[in-house]
Every structure is written in structure tokens, then in C-alpha cells.
């Protein structure tokens, strides 16, 4: 494993498994060789600079607060990018709005694995968001309640009143 300054690095990729074919010559990279007896990277490393030199990233951890993975862009890692990111939050506009919650969802009030990120589709129709439409965080269970009721109040008034009246006449 590359290391600089005592840590350890994580590799750009994995090794490529080829059953007998050699590995970089390069200390420490065990990718695939391509050419020359190095990988593509360290190869390219050679005909732009005349020297090769260890590839690493020094990412840090998912800002996340439930997360260990790497970092892939904006504080977070790919899963949580792909999430957050695509619904014009920040990894601290989204701790936030969990911090304000107290960690739960925002209309059943359970403590859920994960988070559904809640917009209002009136303004960015579909699966992404600009960000100012966000309303909260919610369980798997309560997102997909309010898509069956198409984010309609009136619907879901309609639907606290008849599950009211039912108990109250039933």
C-alpha cells in the first residue's frame, strides 16, 4: 500500500486481475502493467514528466455523520453525493435540517436507516431539486405516502378525516 507522510493512501483503482500478466514496476502499485513494464497512469506520468512518481488520492472521510466512506466530491462520498447533491443541498445544509429534526423523520417522527430527501414537486418537478423547494427529511414509509396522495393537502386532510371518523364511528 503507497503511503505519504505516515498515511495510508487509498488507490485510484483496484488492481485489474489478469492471471499471470505482470504488475507496475512502480514501488507500491499494484495495478496491471500496460506498457513498459508500468501501468497506463505511471506510463502517462513518464511521457509527460520524464519520471514517475506514486499516484494516490488523500481523500478525506464522507461528511456524512452515519458515513466512513471516502470523500468522491463536495464533502461527501458517491452514494451521499448522488443524493444530497442532486437536491441542491450541502453536506451542511443537509446535517442541519437532520440536527433540526432531532434525527427523525419529519412527519412520523421515527428514527429511520435512511433518509428520503422531501421537495415540493410543484416547483422542480421529478427527482432532483434546486434546493429552496427542499421541506425536510422522511422516512422510506411517509415519502412514498405522500406520492401516493401526489403531495395534495387537501387529500391527505381528507385522509386524516375519514381515518378519524371511521374510529370515532366504528
Not at 440536527?99 to 436507516?113: D, F, L
Not at 415540493?120 to 421541506?135: I, K
Amino acid at each position: 500500500m503507497q503511503q505519504r507522510a505516515g498515511k495510508e493512501l487509498m488507490p485510484i483503482r483496484t488492481k485489474l486481475s489478469y492471471a499471470g500478466s505482470p504488475s507496475c514496476t512502480e514501488g507500491g502499485c499494484e495495478r496491471f502493467a500496460a506498457r513498459r513494464g508500468l501501468c497506463s497512469a505511471h506510463y502517462q506520468q513518464l511521457l509527460k514528466n520524464g519520471k514517475t512518481e506514486p499516484i494516490y488520492r488523500d481523500r478525506e472521510q464522507c461528511g456524512h455523520p452515519d458515513c466512513s466512506k471516502a470523500n468522491y466530491a463536495k464533502g461527501m462520498c458517491a452514494g451521499h453525493y448522488n443524493s444530497i447533491a442532486t437536491h441542491g443541498l450541502t453536506i451542511d445544509r443537509y446535517v442541519n435540517l437532520r440536527q433540526s429534526q432531532g434525527g427523525a423523520c419529519a412527519i412520523c417522527r421515527v428514527v429511520p436507516s435512511m433518509f428520503h430527501i422531501d421537495h415540493d414537486h410543484e416547483c422542480c418537478p421529478g427527482s432532483t431539486s434546486c434546493g429552496m423547494c427542499v421541506r425536510g427529511l422522511l422516512c422510506p414509509g411517509c415519502n412514498q405516502g405522500l406520492a401516493m396522495f401526489r403531495d395534495s393537502d387537501r387529500s391527505l386532510i381528507r385522509a386524516a378525516r375519514y381515518i378519524t371518523e371511521s374510529r370515532l364511528n366504528g
